[in-house]
């Protein structure tokens, strides 16, 4: 569905700031692909480019085949009818009800008055806002002004819809009410979704692909549970651990917390588990076979894409000898085992 090669843009004030870098993707229809980055990134840079609301330097962007950078201005605004876009800060006409702009898009496109007053209640259904039509902007929750955002850029009947940090502005029951919508129309319509966001809570509810971007590059990409699974680059450990609570390890050792205090005999461990091996009864297999005592001191489990994956902070006592066969028994069945602090 979209395909992006060699993408850069540069932009040139006093000093020139490199937004996007040679920045190569291809994302599938039907995917809802996320590309997460802190601030200044290049992340927003790079969505605005798929719709040339930025225009690249250099570089292809192709949506259903056809080249937007080719394109004529004329041209162009007809294939951006099947791109819709929602921002962060809603983007509403306050003046207008919420009818009026969720027909906004239809104001040229050659229909009816009846036509478009069909539409607009289908979009209304659609969103969960069949009451509020005569409403206005400063009558709306941020939820529901997100979702006269996102009814309005499906006026048109996209294949495409971006979402720019479209979340950041809400809290966080109602983003999860909006990622579940978003959810509903990929899978009700067919939509292929591009989300960019800063929090990877985001990529990990809803996003099937993503890209992690640092200073105008991607550093990583691939499924969200391979990235959550397996992570490779730096800046990515740095995002999955906003969402977990096993990097705390690390300061109760920095700080010699009396729960990370060891005997001689005890060995302090970082246990991840992938997949199937969540629910096997390893722990209690393992102090049985090898007569090694395992205390969970934390842990924490959740589910990315229908598959569980979870890690536990134990501590293993016993003989050495035990304790690394245990290790061992461990990594053979897929668990990955990293030993923090011998006693």
Request: with cysteine; hydrophobic share 40%; net charge neutral.
């Amino acid at each position: 569905m979209i395909k992006l090669t060699g993408v850069s843009k540069t932009f040139r004030t006093d000093r020139e700031i490199h937004a996007v870098h040679d920045v190569s993707l291809s994302i599938e229809a039907g995917d809802i692909f996320g590309v997460i980055g802190f601030s200044g990134a290049g992340k927003s840079t790079l969505v605005r480019c798929i719709n040339l609301l930025e225009r690249p330097d250099s570089g292809q962007v192709l949506v259903h085949d056809q080249d937007l950078t080719r394109l004529t201005e004329a041209e162009l605004r007809l294939a951006r009818k099947k791109i819709g876009m929602i921002f962060q800060h809603f983007n509403l006409f306050r003046s207008r009800t919420v009818g009026s702009n969720i027909s906004f898009p239809l104001k040229y496109a050659g229909l009816s008055k009846e036509a478009v007053a069909k539409r607009v209640q289908e979009l209304l259904e659609l969103v969960g806002l069949e009451d509020k039509e005569t409403a206005y902007p400063s009558q709306l929750s941020g939820g529901q002004k997100q979702r006269v955002g996102i009814a309005r850029a499906l006026a048109s009947n996209p294949a495409v819809l971006l979402c720019d940090e479209a979340t950041s502005a809400l809290d966080p029951q109602t983003t999860q009410a909006i990622l579940a919508l978003l959810k509903k129309l990929n899978e009700k319509l067919g939509l292929t979704i591009v989300i960019i966001t800063h929090e990877m809570q985001v990529i990990k509810s809803i996003c099937h692909h993503a890209a992690v971007m640092d200073k105008g590059i991607i550093v990583e990409a691939g499924s969200v549970f391979d990235i959550f699974s397996n992570p490779q680059a730096r800046i990515t450990k740095d995002f999955i651990a906003t969402t977990s609570h096993l990097n705390k390890i690390h300061e109760l050792l920095a700080t010699d917390s009396p729960l990370v205090r060891l005997k001689p005999n005890q060995t302090l461990c970082h246990f991840s588990y992938t997949g199937h091996n969540t629910v096997d009864p390893l722990i209690s297999t393992a102090s049985v076979l090898f007569n090694v005592q395992l205390n969970i001191i934390f842990g924490d489990l959740d589910i990315i894409q229908e598959t569980p994956l979870g890690g536990l902070i134990i501590i293993l006592e016993g003989e050495k000898a035990a304790v690394e066969h245990t290790v061992q028994w461990f990594v053979e069945r897929g668990v990955r085992v990293e030993e923090l602090k011998h006693g």
